[in-house]
């Protein structure tokens, strides 16, 4: 069964840090691994990740992959309240003509002034 | 920037009634998707359809659940019967390269 685990699952800071999320994951026939805020409904596309050791950059926030360890990271530096959300990590497989995403359950983030 | 719409954006109905949400699909997006999320849970696959056909469901997705483009534009979830666990946001989603979601359906079931 596919797996994506999230680390930490909430985390508090103050506007100006900088934080680290962690996604891990198990699964098999590996296509891509996604970041995705989400506020107060749907999920936002952040970024895609499909090639190990290349980092997507957008603004203050940035990826990374590393498919030998099996993990993400996700950077956001300057951290400001409207970074307040959950962001999830998801990875997409391939599974014959379509492919699925599995998610994971997410982290917390809630940044204070 | 296209996007995915859904609608009715919340839906209340009676336990054993059968719902019909509709997703507006991206134009050139040829894979469609259904998640949903139970409040507080994480974000759970329902059924990904592809080339007017069903590609992979999961268990969730029980003879209650059925998918269909019917007009080649809209995409539909129906859910025949439904339960009181079936309370949920219900989230379509279409992949080009990437898969992006529409705001959502907040399903409640009385």
């Known amino acids: 069964e596919d797996k994506v685990v999230q680390s930490p699952l909430s985390l508090v800071v103050h506007e100006g840090d900088t934080v680290t999320l962690n996604c891990s994951y198990e699964v098999t026939n590996f296509r891509s691994l996604l970041w995705y805020k989400q506020e107060k409904k749907a999920p936002t596309f952040l970024f895609m990740l499909?090639?190990?050791?290349i980092e997507k950059k957008s603004g203050r926030l940035s990826s990374i992959l590393d498919k030998k360890e099996l993990s993400s990271i996700l950077n956001i530096t300057a951290t400001q309240t409207g970074d307040s959300a959950i962001y999830l990590c998801a990875v997409d497989r391939f599974t014959g003509t379509a492919s699925k995403l599995t998610f994971g359950t997410g982290t917390r983030l809630q940044v204070t002034l | 920037e296209p996007e995915v719409t859904q609608t009715p954006s919340h839906q209340v109905t009676q336990m054993g009634q059968e719902v019909i949400l509709r997703c507006v699909p991206i134009s050139n997006h040829l894979y469609f998707y259904w998640y949903r999320q139970i409040l507080g849970q994480k974000v759970e696959f329902l059924v990904s359809?592809?080339?007017?056909?069903?590609?992979?469901k999961s268990e969730i997705f029980d003879d209650q659940f059925s998918v269909e483009r019917p007009d080649g534009s809209n995409f539909t979830l129906k859910i025949r019967s439904t339960k009181l666990e079936d309370s949920a946001m219900y989230f379509c989603a279409t992949r080009g390269n990437e898969q992006f979601f529409g705001p959502g359906t907040r399903l409640t079931v009385l």
């Open positions: 499909t090639s190990s050791g």
């Open positions: 359809f592809y080339n007017n056909e069903i590609s992979e």
